[in-house]
């Protein structure tokens, strides 16, 4: 098997950015993971899920693929829903290609018509993604992608299904036909550019949102503390603080005698092994910070949106 860091001779090497972007829950994570081969982006069918925008790089041989996740684009209720907003628009800035996804299984929208008035506008190449192909029919994916094709004058269009892996490789090949000439913006091993916190900090939070329904998912903030690796024990001590904005909601994520905090700590450090390779030590703390998603200044000090 060639390694993917050998150039193949004579082929001109070509690299760009692609933004993912799509109404709430449209499968952006999903894709990115799908696309990596392995977790780098949480996922659950909470809206605003992804806070951050990352890059995720796929490198091959001839080429480097640098995804752009963004928070899905929604009427914002808050600050927090706000700067989400401007930081999944400002991702359509100076790219190579906008890929917008559409979900086979739910009728296309005013939200998804909102989006695509986005872009429409961007320079950039534009593909449509039709995604979740394993929750359609055949006759449900035929007619939402005829309704998609209108939204926008596309370059190329294909149908996945990232949680199945069914045509993820078209995807790639898909974007790879539009990127330019270009040197290697990453290093080979690099497969994002979140750093290790945030990445502990949002698998955190992805166990609660999976947990809770209702308001505690919007409500909750979580950061990393502290992180040290224990050479001699081949182990990580993470401490990392979960903020929510009311008593009432600290009550019901630490639970009765502490059950819940206790189910999200083993549900997260078995994740965090798997991405760390070691044991873990995982000390969870829940703090109260009243109406942090009004405050800009808070919202960025977490990193969410345009973040730190």
């Known amino acids: 098997m060639q390694d993917h860091a050998e150039k193949t001779p004579d082929i001109p090497f070509r690299s760009g950015f692609v933004t993912l972007v799509g109404r709430p829950n449209a499968g952006k994570s999903t894709l990115i993971n799908a696309v990596i081969g392995k ?9 605003q899920t992804t806070r951050h925008r990352f890059r995720a790089v796929l490198t091959r041989p001839d080429f480097q693929l640098v995804m752009v996740d963004t928070p899905g684009l929604h009427k914002p209720h808050d600050a927090l829903g706000e700067e989400l907003n401007t930081s999944a628009l400002k991702a359509l800035e100076d790219v190579d290609v906008v890929a917008m996804l559409v979900d086979a299984s739910k009728p296309i929208g005013t939200g998804d018509e909102w989006v695509a008035e986005h872009v429409r506008k961007t320079k950039a190449k534009r593909i449509l993604v039709i995604t979740k192909t394993d929750l359609a029919s055949t006759e449900e994916i035929e007619r939402q992608r005829a309704l998609a094709a209108d939204l926008a ?21 898909l974007v790879e036909r539009f990127l330019p000439e270009g040197p290697k913006w990453f290093p080979d091993d690099m497969d994002t550019d979140q750093s ?32 040290e690796y224990v050479r001699a024990k081949d182990l990580y001590r993470i401490f990392a603080v979960v903020y929510v904005e009311r008593d009432s909601q600290k009550g019901m994520i630490i639970g009765k005698r502490g059950a819940a905090i206790k189910q ?8 965090l092994e798997q991405l760390l ?17 009004r405050d800009l200044n808070q919202i960025r000090r977490f990193g969410y949106g345009e973040g730190l």
């Open 196 to 227: 290790l916190e945030v990445i502990i900090a949002e698998f955190i939070r992805e166990k609660i949102l999976r947990s809770f329904r209702e308001e505690i998912p919007h409500a909750i903030g979580v950061v990393t503390e502290e992180l």
């Open 277 to 293: 390779g070691c044991k873990v030590f995982l000390d969870l703390t829940v703090k109260v910070k009243k109406n942090w998603r």
């Open 264 to 271: 999200i700590g083993i549900q997260a450090r078995h994740d």
């Open 39 to 47: 977790k780098i982006a949480i996922t659950s069918n909470t809206a």
């Open 153 to 173: 004058a596309w370059d190329g269009i294909v149908e996945v299904s990232a949680e199945t892996g069914e045509n993820v490789q078209g995807f790639v090949d």
